[in-house]
Nanobody, 115 residues
Framework: QVQLVESGGGLVQPGGSLRLSCVAS????????MGWFRQAPGKQRELVAT???????FHADSVKGRFTISRDNAKNTLYLQMISLKPEDTAVYYC?????????WGQGTQVTVSS
């Protein structure tokens, strides 16, 4: 069974930076389209960014120019570099296939942006 484990979240002030990591138990990151998603309290999960197996990326308008999705196939790891963080970025961040598989959701990692 595929397992995805997110890490790297934390409490940061507006304008700060974080790098999130997602480690997979298999080769899924290298062979499948992957995405970062986030969910704030009381809201639905939303797509933040995607990367295809060929390396093509997409970033939501709300994070474009501030977040960068990338991967390291040799390490089976997906990354989300986050800079210029805003309070509205506060959420639990998850990685998954894109489109997501229900059974692949992990615990996520909490990002809190507050002064």
């Amino acid at each position: 069974q595929v397992q995805l484990v997110e890490s790297g979240g934390g409490l940061v002030q507006p304008g700060g930076s974080l790098r999130l990591s997602c480690v997979a138990s298999g080769t899924i990151i290298s062979v499948a389209a992957m995405g970062w998603f986030r969910q704030a309290p009381g809201k639905q999960r939303e797509l933040v960014a995607t990367i295809t197996s060929g390396g093509s990326t997409f970033h939501a308008d709300s994070v474009k120019g501030r977040f960068t999705i990338s991967r390291d196939n040799a390490k089976n790891t997906l990354y989300l570099q986050m800079i210029s963080l805003k309070p509205e970025d506060t959420a639990v961040y998850y990685c998954n296939r894109h489109p997501p598989y229900k059974n692949y959701w992990g615990q996520g990692t909490q990002v809190t942006v507050s002064s």
